[in-house]
């Protein structure tokens, strides 16, 4: 009996795999969606989104001096004993987690919504001018993009801007 | 040979490889408290990142709460000397669910904790592996419930570390089973692209130019490998021994994950759950 229930349950999530549930979104869905993994790791493939950056120094004439663009994608080196501690990859990899969150967030936003006003802006736009600011300590103004890559085995084949944020001066704190 | 390494295990473990549920519970909760462990004192390594000008910043994340009551209790909460004494907290009562066992108190203050931990971190840090802690809390809790409610007759132990094993191997064997289904379902998943694709974006950088991986012929074989195991999970409920030779492979597959992606929770917390498909495995 216990075998036939067995069966009949992965029966059913095949069948929900295949065909589309809708998507419930919600504040507190969002903050306690560890109650509902959908264990769906590393499936699809196709545009990711890369987080941009430069910094500017302020011309005397008015005129801002900008940095390369930076790409702001994390990497650590491989060890074996990280198997055991491994802080700073993990920091690096809810980085890049947050950045999905953003992109995310910006596909959901209606067309007459600020993406100033979400969280994850705000969130980038602080690491951002933080990171500029430990890189290029003469900055005085920073910009970041949201690039879409898209990858294929051997390198990346297409790319577009999603979204380029305002020009913002460094704040004073 | 396979056989002669299954009769070994037989005479070892004890003949047809049935773990016993205070074996199984013991394990569950030792393997449970390491795993999470190491989460603590990952995060309290990672302080830098939570103020001033790391990313995940308290004072713009509040904006999260939807709820002025809660967001100004979990400004209290997640204000740094508070939230370290937290985590040490949790430390506290994993060492007691290592070296005493879990109990009714101890088993809801890390299932609560942990939650709010994973608030702090908008929802979830590592993603799996947060997943997977919670499941494995909740199976403890859901054991240690039936156990304060029906006063710990032994018959009703038994019941709730039933219910507790099968919840944990349920959720751990949908999580083979349904990852390796999705990639089934995928063409580029189908022809070893998708593989490359995902190892030249991880973390520890794109494979060396003549990895063996960048072939063609060794990423569809290593993609159908690992989807077929996949898929393969739920027949371990079949046999015990199926069973141990499955989670051998799965302690070798979340080796490779950490490996090559870095997400070395992911190992730690899979790990915590074979106790419980291992047993529910040998209940036929």
């Given at each position: 009996m216990?075998?036939?229930?067995?069966?009949?349950?992965?029966?059913?999530?095949?069948?929900?795999?295949?065909y589309?549930?809708?998507?419930?979104?919600?504040?507190?869905l969002?903050?306690?969606?560890?109650?509902?993994?959908?264990?769906?790791f590393?499936?699809?493939?196709g545009?990711?989104?890369?987080?941009?950056?430069?910094?500017?120094?302020?011309?005397?004439?008015?005129?801002?001096?900008?940095?390369?663009?930076?790409?702001?994608?994390?990497?650590?080196p491989?060890?074996?004993?990280?198997?055991?501690?491994?802080?700073?990859?993990?920091?690096a990899?809810?980085?890049?987690?947050?950045?999905?969150?953003?992109?995310?967030?910006?596909?959901?936003?209606?067309?007459?919504?600020?993406?100033?006003?979400?969280?994850s802006?705000?969130?980038?736009?602080?690491?951002?001018?933080?990171?500029?600011?430990?890189?290029?300590?003469?900055?005085?103004?920073?910009?970041?993009?949201?690039?879409?890559?898209?990858?294929?085995?051997?390198?990346?084949?297409?790319?577009?801007?999603?979204m380029?944020?305002?020009?913002?001066?460094?704040?004073?704190? | 040979?396979?056989?002669?390494?299954?009769?070994?295990?037989?005479?070892?473990?004890?003949?047809?490889?049935?773990?016993?549920?205070?074996?199984?519970?013991?394990?569950?909760e030792?393997?449970?408290?390491?795993?999470?462990?190491?989460?603590?004192?990952?995060?309290?390594r990672?302080?830098?990142?939570?103020?001033g000008?790391g990313?995940?910043?308290?004072?713009?994340?509040?904006?999260?709460?939807?709820?002025?009551?809660?967001?100004?209790?979990?400004?209290?909460?997640?204000?740094?000397?508070?939230?370290?004494?937290?985590?040490?907290?949790?430390?506290?009562?994993?060492?007691s669910?290592?070296?005493q066992?879990?109990?009714?108190?101890?088993?809801?203050?890390?299932?609560?904790?942990?939650?709010?931990?994973?608030?702090?971190?908008r929802?979830?840090?590592?993603?799996?592996?947060?997943?997977?802690?919670?499941?494995?809390?909740?199976?403890?809790?859901?054991?240690?419930?039936?156990?304060?409610?029906?006063?710990g007759?032994?018959?009703?132990?038994?019941?709730?570390?039933?219910?507790?094993?099968?919840?944990?191997?349920?959720?751990?064997?949908?999580?083979?089973?349904?990852?390796?289904?999705?990639?089934?379902?995928?063409?580029?998943?189908?022809?070893?692209?998708?593989?490359?694709?995902?190892?030249?974006?991880?973390?520890?950088?794109?494979?060396?130019?003549?990895?063996?991986?960048?072939?063609?012929?060794?990423a569809t074989?290593?993609?159908?490998?690992?989807?077929?195991?996949?898929?393969?999970?739920?027949?371990?409920?079949?046999?015990?021994?199926w069973?141990?030779?499955?989670?051998?492979?799965?302690?070798?597959?979340?080796f490779?994950?950490?490996?090559?992606?870095?997400?070395?929770?992911?190992?730690?917390?899979?790990?915590a759950?074979?106790?419980?498909?291992?047993w529910?495995?040998?209940?036929?």
């Amino acid at each position: 009996m216990t075998s036939f229930w067995a069966i009949a349950y992965f029966l059913l999530l095949l069948v929900f795999l295949i065909y589309k549930t809708p998507h419930i979104q919600g504040p507190w869905l969002f903050l306690l969606r560890s109650f509902f993994p959908n264990w769906k790791f590393f499936h699809a493939v196709g545009y990711v989104p890369h987080l941009y950056a430069r910094a500017a120094i302020s011309l005397p004439e008015g005129l801002l001096q900008w940095t390369d663009w930076q790409h702001l994608y994390p990497r650590t080196p491989q060890r074996l004993w990280h198997l055991f501690y491994n802080p700073e990859t993990n920091l690096a990899l809810a980085q890049q987690n947050m950045v999905d969150h953003f992109w995310a967030d910006l596909n959901d936003l209606p067309e007459s919504k600020d993406p100033r006003l979400l969280v994850s802006y705000q969130m980038i736009s602080h690491f951002v001018e933080a990171h500029l600011l430990e890189k290029f300590p003469d900055g005085t103004h920073h910009q970041f993009e949201l690039r879409m890559l898209l990858d294929s085995p051997t390198e990346t084949v297409h790319s577009h801007v999603m979204m380029t944020s305002p020009v913002v001066a460094k704040s004073c704190s | 040979m396979l056989l002669s390494f299954f009769s070994h295990l037989n005479e070892a473990i004890g003949s047809p490889l049935v773990l016993s549920t205070p074996m199984a519970a013991r394990a569950l909760e030792i393997l449970f408290a390491w795993s999470a462990s190491i989460q603590i004192f990952e995060y309290l390594r990672m302080s830098h990142a939570m103020h001033g000008s790391g990313l995940w910043v308290w004072r713009i994340q509040r904006a999260d709460i939807p709820n002025a009551a809660l967001r100004q209790l979990f400004d209290a909460l997640y204000a740094e000397p508070v939230f370290k004494v937290l985590l040490w907290a949790r430390l506290l009562a994993l060492v007691s669910l290592a070296l005493q066992g879990s109990g009714l108190i101890n088993v809801v203050f890390l299932f609560i904790t942990h939650v709010l931990v994973l608030i702090r971190w908008r929802g979830a840090f590592n993603g799996g592996s947060d997943f997977m802690t919670l499941v494995v809390l909740t199976g403890l809790l859901l054991a240690q419930l039936i156990l304060n409610v029906t006063e710990g007759s032994l018959a009703d132990a038994d019941l709730a570390w039933r219910a507790c094993f099968w919840y944990i191997a349920i959720q751990s064997i949908t999580s083979y089973f349904v990852s390796g289904s999705v990639k089934l379902l995928r063409p580029e998943w189908r022809k070893g692209q998708a593989l490359t694709i995902f190892l030249n974006a991880a973390i520890h950088g794109p494979l060396p130019e003549k990895h063996l991986l960048r072939q063609t012929w060794m990423a569809t074989l290593a993609s159908w490998g690992f989807i077929l195991w996949e898929c393969a999970a739920p027949l371990v409920l079949l046999d015990a021994r199926w069973a141990v030779l499955f989670c051998l492979m799965a302690a070798l597959f979340h080796f490779l994950v950490f490996w090559f992606f870095g997400l070395n929770r992911f190992f730690w917390a899979w790990l915590a759950s074979f106790p419980a498909i291992v047993w529910c495995a040998g209940q036929y």
